[in-house]
């Protein structure tokens, strides 16, 4: 709905997901893992603007989405940032970059780089969406 509220809009509104692709495609990723609420991960908004740009985005399986959406609704939300819980998402990444080829992880919410703070986990980088939708702003404020 974002092109729809943007064209409305009286003032400029950036889209973090065109500013997410913007960020993958300088990094040269093909095939970043998506991370982040049952809507995000499954929804087409962020897989039609990344497909635009030749990115193939990968949903976790069915398993591992119903995990990373339980822990982050009912968790990370309410504060819980438990060790148990990185390491699951982190044996996630690993699973992924396994069996489907990732070469990076879109971290789609607010809370998943609060629990994943590293900039990358063996050898597989993270894209915190918030930071750089902010970057963002405050680039084109100052512009």
């Not at 039609?48 to 030749?54: C, D, L, N, Q």
């Amino acid at each position: 709905m974002f092109d729809e509220i943007a064209a409305s809009s009286p003032i400029p509104l950036i889209s973090i997901v065109e500013v997410a692709v913007t960020a993958a495609k300088s990094r040269g990723w093909k095939r970043p893992a998506l991370f982040g609420t049952r809507f995000t991960m499954h929804g087409k908004f962020y897989p039609k603007v990344f497909a635009r740009e030749g990115i193939e985005l990968v949903p976790p399986a069915a398993a591992d989405a119903a995990y990373i959406h339980d822990k982050y609704m009912n968790e990370l939300v309410n504060g819980n940032f438990a060790p148990e819980i990185r390491t699951r998402m982190l044996e996630i990444v690993d699973r992924m970059r396994e069996s489907s080829g990732i070469d990076s992880v879109i971290l789609a919410g607010t809370e998943l780089p609060l629990l994943l703070r590293d900039p990358e986990h063996n050898g597989i980088p993270f894209l915190d969406t918030m930071r750089v939708h902010a970057e963002a702003t405050v680039r084109y404020m100052l512009e």
